[in-house]
């Protein structure tokens, strides 16, 4: 059912072998190649017919549910619309992604709106990779959104990660948090070449109490270009933290914004932003260890992206 | 071991007026470093300490002269092959990096993954907490926490050349002593010629020998009691040359 390419694919964006256990929906060429569930996660196709709806029973604990979708159709652009309720109390790991193959010159490209309901003090953890290959000239594109809801003492870890290979991507990320609830976002995006990525995330602190941090980590090469705007509106007693990094190699170029607005007396917000070649001191450090000046640059953009 | 011939660093300084000014802040140095010895460098702040020890490790290029390592000449080597050669270096002010841990760094010093190994390392440097080992090199940890990742990773390397500048600098008084034996048994078990750039007396006291730096030259070689004269002499403050012409400056040495 999946061939060498697949399978290659599915690893890059999901570290899966093969089929994964558990519930999973994968997608291929935007339709269902392979779908399971299990005693408490449901997944089944939207009304529309335009993506899938996935319940997660409240209590569910220690379960993952793998939903990567894989593209190497030439001239494909695959629009889907998935939605995720997980119930309260339950402690999940849900891992998305999309591989996309590009053999030819037509252009394939992915856009993946996910929506999330995250009950009261349920656990989410969202594992989120990009990834494009292949010989084709075709222009690969990536558009995923994301809208996350957090219920009361809801707690949400995401890692969003662009590993390399797509030449277009923007990306959109919101997230309303209700009391208690902490929302955690660790984006990571590599470009290279002539590929251009940007990212745009709004965080609305509604509940008393809420806390949020957001990590971007950009590394930027070749004549590549990435925005990054970042925006953390409190509006109750909260906690937000933006913290953006990027470093620039050859001839990148990087904007990057990161906005807080406070509509609440007690509102706690702070941004660290930064954007630079390698610190001088690192790759020294590493060469007085034996590398050469190439390795030290992989190791420390290695370590950058982790 | 290790030639100094006629080693210069200079600098060119731009004053305004004049334009270019070139200044020699290692200004002629002639010296042999003898095999598995233990010298401290000492010296006022600004006297060159710091640049001699990059000069030697690659990290500043040598304005003229050269410096000879076990008989070859290392003057146009890069810091890696330096350091393949069997030099380390300990620096004042380590790097901190985003995402690399002690473990990565020890790693990349030595090769070995294998997490009995790396264990024996800590026990080597004096390391007794594990979880010390999965610790990130970044911004968070504390000035004495760092020094001693970078005197671990510096050993770890097996050098026969180490140099450590200043590696007291953020260390507590209670630790000072165990890291002047550690670095005496890794001299005395494993000969390696050691270099140490250190104001600290537990340091100029374990040396073979005290050189003391002063304007870009050796104003004294020679043992710990021969250099005490000149430590406690007011005329090598190198205060001295800034304040001509201030008529509000002082010397506090």
Known sequence: MLDALDKGLLKAVADLEDIPKGAYNIRKNGRLLSRATSANVNIESNAEGTGIMVTIAPGTVNESVHIPVILSQAGLYDVVYNAFIVGAASHVTIIAGCGIHCGGPAPEGHEGIHEFRVGKGARVKYVEKHYATGPGSGERTLNPTTKVFLAENAQVEMELTQIGGVDDANRLNEATLGPGSMLLITERVMTDGDQKAVSRNEIVLAGDNSRSNMVSRSVIKGNSRQNFYATMVARAKCFGHIECDAIIMDNGANETIPALKAEHPDAELSHEASIGKIAGDQLTKLMSLGLTYEEAVNRIIQGFLR | ?253
């Open chain 2, 1 to 253: 071991m290790l030639e100094l011939k006629d080693l210069y660093f200079s600098i060119t300084e731009t004053d305004g007026t004049n334009g270019g000014r070139k200044r020699d802040i290692i200004d002629g140095l002639n010296f042999t470093f003898e095999p598995g010895k233990f010298y401290a460098i000492t010296g006022p702040n600004g006297s060159g300490k710091t640049t001699l020890a990059k000069l030697i490790m690659g990290i500043n290029p040598v304005s003229a002269g050269a410096i000879r390592f076990k008989g070859k000449d290392i003057t146009g080597l890069t810091i890696t092959e330096r350091a393949k050669a069997g030099i380390a270096y300990s620096f004042q002010q380590p790097a901190r990096f985003k995402g690399i841990t002690f473990r990565d760094l020890l790693s990349m010093a030595t090769g070995i993954e294998e997490e009995a190994k790396l264990l024996d390392l800590l026990r080597r440097v004096g390391i007794c907490s594990l979880s010390f080992l999965d610790k990130a090199v970044d911004a968070k940890l504390s000035g004495g926490e760092i020094k001693k990742i970078e005197l671990a990773t510096t050993i770890a390397r097996n050098p026969k050349l180490a140099i450590y500048d200043e590696p007291d600098t953020g260390i507590d008084l209670w630790t000072i002593g165990p890291m002047v034996n550690l670095l005496k048994r890794e001299q005395t078990e494993h000969r390696t010629t050691t270099i140490v750039i250190s104001h600290n007396r537990a340091f100029l006291k374990a040396a073979d020998v005290v050189l003391m730096v002063n304007r870009g030259k050796f104003a004294y070689v020679g043992n710990l009691d021969g250099a005490l004269p000149m430590l406690t002499d007011l005329s090598i403050c190198n205060f001295k040359p800034c304040w001509e012409g201030e008529e509000d400056a002082r010397c506090f040495r």
